[in-house]
């Protein structure tokens, strides 16, 4: 006996831009309701919807993001998270190197080193009006 409403998930698909522009546009001339159209290409009715509001909100037919939109900010979060790994890597380079390099500590001198000061990553930043790695201008004569 056959499991009766068990189905099998169907496995998951990859549609070019062109096929579902190609969809929303049978939808629009209205020849066929979206279910038939979903039917015929053995597609779900509730993804053809889907296509055809985007479709709208891209065209500026209906309110909501447009694709581009929603682009945007998985975008830039990518591109944080690549920069924050760089920051890393600058910071663990220097750390490396920091060892080799023998200084004399002044009094009030920054614990990190002066690449992470110029660049603002560091706890301290550079003071304005003074020159990084100098001590206090001095005035000839004095």
Same mark, same amino acid.
């Given at each position: 006996?056959?499991?009766?409403? *068990? &189905? &099998? ?10 096929? *579902? ?8 001339? /209205?020849?066929?309701?979206? /279910?038939?159209?979903? &039917? ?52 663990? #380079? ?7 390099? %023998?200084? %004399? ?17 560091? *706890? ?8 990084? /790695?100098? /001590?206090? #201008?001095?005035? #000839?004569?004095?």
């Amino acid at each position: 006996m056959e499991s009766m409403g *068990k &189905k &099998k998930p169907r496995p998951r698909r990859s549609l070019t831009p062109e096929f *579902k522009a190609e969809t929303v546009e049978l939808c629009r001339r /209205g020849d066929r309701s979206v /279910g038939q159209i979903a &039917k015929d290409f053995d597609l779900t009715e509730t993804a053809v919807r889907l296509w055809v509001s985007q479709a709208e909100v891209d065209a500026g037919e209906r309110d909501g993001l447009t694709r581009s939109e929603r682009e945007e900010p998985a975008a830039l979060r990518r591109e944080n998270r690549r920069l924050r790994e760089d920051v890393e890597v600058l910071k663990q #380079a220097l750390t490396l190197q920091a060892p080799r390099v %023998r200084r %004399r500590r002044r009094p009030g001198h920054h614990d990190e080193p002066a690449a992470l000061r110029l660049v603002g990553l560091g *706890k301290g930043l550079a003071s304005p009006g003074r020159a990084i /790695g100098r /001590g206090p #201008a001095r005035i #000839a004569g004095g």
